[in-house]
């Protein structure tokens, strides 16, 4: 047995992000991230932070104990592990031939009206059996984890019935289990309404039969719902039945957490503040009342670039966001409209197009993302108490990660101070 799991040695940067136990960052200090250069870092063998200094100091007090690993990152960075606020990991069925509609000219409700979109994935989902769904799962969570992504929030949502959404909730349950991945889970009936029913019907199916199954299941640990979500969306489930659903969802003891106003205007940060929501994601077309609304709450933003990008619709309006001091996260919204699994592109595109900065766009990332879905005392900046969830960037500036395009040079991604991409 070694006294540590690991040492980080000689870095040029490591970027805790912050050491004040802050739970997530709003507006200035999202541009003044910590920084500690030329320094060092131990991890125990439970896999948390035990110390981060200065070269020097490390060596010294560390001179007589034994490491299971020890890495030179002379010249090299680290950062947290990506903390990815918003998936849609478990599905089957191919959507590519909807990528050529839509650069053809269809818009997403073009798709859906079609019966493609959600409801192709739903077809094909409930198709398969849970092994499928496994499998398909933990091969995307391995593409995840070469990207840095070392915590995610998984939805369910393609199932709309009980059995199906179940069946998603189970899968994401065994995947938390066996994948290094750390995945919040996430109940979404309400991603749409199924083929054949009113809104009002699919909305008693919900509340009469999936959340007490929902809740059945949890209480024998086959399933571990954290939030609750609904597709907020004009034609969809609309504000009434959208809050019904929520808010029997609270009573569950899920956090609120929704996809709301993304193609249309739907009241959802106001919404939020009424039914007290952790997080709301999209938020394209919030209103400036929204946005002062999230910031009372508070309740996040988790923002998606990639829908507006692949949709090439406007873009949520995070500068704004980041001036009224609501708390900004980031996801990739990985799914078969945005097949996105990459949290640096994310943050570039986050950058480029919402106008952030490259430490608003990491904070966002990692510490406010954690923090959306009630991890921020574990999880999403490196601090000693926390997990040891990192990436050694194989360049002295970390904003490198943001910087280089397609294949940013992440050359380690550690868990829980296990090191497992190198
Ligand atoms: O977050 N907006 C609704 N849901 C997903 C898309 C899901 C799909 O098209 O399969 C989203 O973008
Ligand atoms: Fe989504």
Not at 127 to 135: A, G, N, V
Request: proline fraction near 4%; charge should be negative.
């Amino acid at each position: 047995m070694f006294d540590y799991r690991l040492k980080i040695k000689n870095a040029s940067q490591i970027v805790v992000i912050t050491s004040n136990k802050k739970p997530y960052l709003i507006g200035k200090d999202m541009s003044n991230i910590e920084i500690v250069e030329n320094s060092s870092m131990i991890v125990d063998n439970q896999g948390k932070i035990i110390e981060i200094n200065k070269n020097e100091i490390i060596e010294e007090k560390y001179s007589n104990s034994t490491f299971e690993r020890v890495i030179d990152c002379t010249g090299k960075s680290i950062i947290p592990g990506f903390v990815d606020g918003h998936t849609h990991p478990v599905f089957s069925g191919d959507r590519v031939h909807e990528f050529a509609m839509k650069l053809a000219g269809a818009t997403y409700l073009d798709v859906h009206k079609a019966g493609g979109g959600i409801q192709f994935t739903v077809q094909h989902t409930r198709q398969s059996t849970e092994k499928e769904l496994l499998d398909l799962l933990l091969a995307r969570l391995d593409r995840m984890l070469k990207h840095g992504t070392t915590t995610i929030e998984a939805k369910s949502g393609y199932g709309l019935e009980t059995e199906t959404e179940m069946k998603m909730l189970k899968v994401l349950h065994q995947a938390n289990k066996t994948h290094p991945i750390d995945i919040v889970s996430t109940y979404l009936g309400a991603h749409s309404i199924p083929k054949g029913l009113t809104a009002q019907e699919a909305t008693d199916d919900i509340i009469n039969n999936q959340l007490p199954e929902l809740k059945r299941l949890k209480e024998l640990n086959e399933i571990s719902p954290s939030n609750i979500d609904v597709f907020l969306e004009k034609g969809i489930y609309e504000q009434e039945h959208s809050k019904q659903i929520l808010n029997e969802g609270k009573k569950l003891g899920l956090n609120i957490n929704f996809h709301g106003d993304e193609l249309t205007y739907q009241r959802s940060g106001e919404i939020g503040e009424e039914l007290q929501a952790l997080a709301i994601s999209h938020l394209e077309k919030v209103s400036e009342e929204g946005m002062i609304a999230m910031s009372k709450t508070p309740t996040f933003a988790v923002l998606l670039p990639t829908t507006a990008y692949i949709l090439r619709l406007e873009v949520p309006p995070a500068r704004r966001m980041i001036e009224l001091n609501v708390p900004v996260a980031l996801g990739s919204d990985f799914n078969p409209n945005a097949h996105c699994m990459s949290m640096p592109f994310v943050m570039n595109l986050a950058c480029v197009l919402m106008k952030m900065n490259m430490s608003e766009a990491l904070v966002a990332a990692t510490l406010n993302s954690a923090a959306s879905l009630g991890l921020s005392k574990s999880h999403g900046s490196l601090e000693v108490g926390k997990y040891a969830d990192m990436l050694i960037i194989n360049n002295q500036k970390w904003e490198h990660i943001i910087y280089e395009l397609i294949d940013p040079p992440i050359q380690y991604v550690i868990k829980n101070g296990n090191i497992l991409i190198e």
